[in-house]
């Protein structure tokens, strides 16, 4: 998998060369292009926004610094891998689809993911009008109802999900089946040694029995039972929404 950022502040996305996602572009399974969006912005201040027509507040992001980075970005994508190759481009964004594990499931599976990274109160219409018209696939996510100063906290996020989900990056794939949401529940509660913790206000602690009894069934059951218990609790909608 490819996948690029455009973005006024490439450094932020530094992030992506750590860990899981940065040893998954070391061994190869992905690689991570980060674009600065002034470098399309000519002008001597490399101006990339400008107040919002009809007046109001803050700044929207103007479109053709956008229009060249996406034909620069897009062309440096398909020199890779292929003419034939075509984005995804995925714009966080608050008015979007909530992001979900099913998404990320299906875009882990993509060849070509290319985020933009919108700030200020936004990125101007018909950038998005450009795109379409040009026959490319976007795609607007949100991560939630509440508001960020920009999408590349976004493409962090979206990033981890979807990277996590390529084949080979997840050393045990084992452990990508039980997760919260993986298969539209939460999680069962876990437990580690010691088995009985005396915690630091003296309360004696004990994991529940059934986990020290070796018999896999009956762990199994109890651990569902869990898992639909704290869903029904926590997560009615999920709950409500299952299979
Ligand atoms: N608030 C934002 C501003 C810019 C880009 C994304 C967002 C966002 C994404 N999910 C929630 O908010």
């Known amino acids: 998998m490819r996948i690029d950022a455009i973005t006024i502040f490439p450094d932020y996305l530094r992030a992506l060369d750590l860990s899981l996602i940065g040893k998954a572009a070391r061994d190869g399974l992905i690689s991570v292009h980060r674009h600065d969006l002034r470098e399309w912005a000519h002008d001597r201040h490399r101006t990339v926004d400008d107040s919002p027509l009809g007046g109001g507040a803050g700044m ?26 075509e984005p995804l481009i995925v714009f966080p964004n608050p008015a979007g ?4 594990q099913a998404t990320a499931q299906e875009w882990s599976g993509r060849e070509w993911i290319l985020f933009a990274c919108g700030r200020y109160e936004g990125i101007d219409e018909r950038v998005y009008e ?40 997840v050393g045990n794939a084992e452990s990508l089946v039980e997760e919260s949401h993986s298969d539209g529940l939460l999680e069962y509660p876990l437990y580690t040694r010691p088995a009985r913790w005396v915690d630091p206000a003296g309360a004696v602690r004990e994991a529940p029995e059934i986990l020290l009894s070796g018999d896999h069934g009956r762990i199994a059951a109890w651990r569902s039972e869990r898992s639909a218990e704290r869903t029904r609790e926590r997560r009615p909608d999920l709950w409500d929404a299952r299979d």
Do not use: C
């Not at 689809?97 to 979900?100: D, L, P, R, S």
């Not at 696939?137 to 508001?147: F, K, N, T």
């Open 60 to 85: 929207v992001m103007k479109p053709e610094p956008w229009a060249e980075a996406f034909a620069a970005v897009i062309e440096q994508g398909k020199a890779e891998l292929g003419p034939q190759a």
């Open 97 to 100: 689809q909530v992001f979900a």
């Open 130 to 169: 450009h795109l379409e018209a040009a026959g490319h696939e976007i795609a607007l996510v949100s991560l939630g109802d509440y508001v960020l100063n920009g999408g590349e906290v976004a493409v962090l996020a979206l990033t981890e999900a979807i990277v996590r989900l390529v084949p080979g990056v």
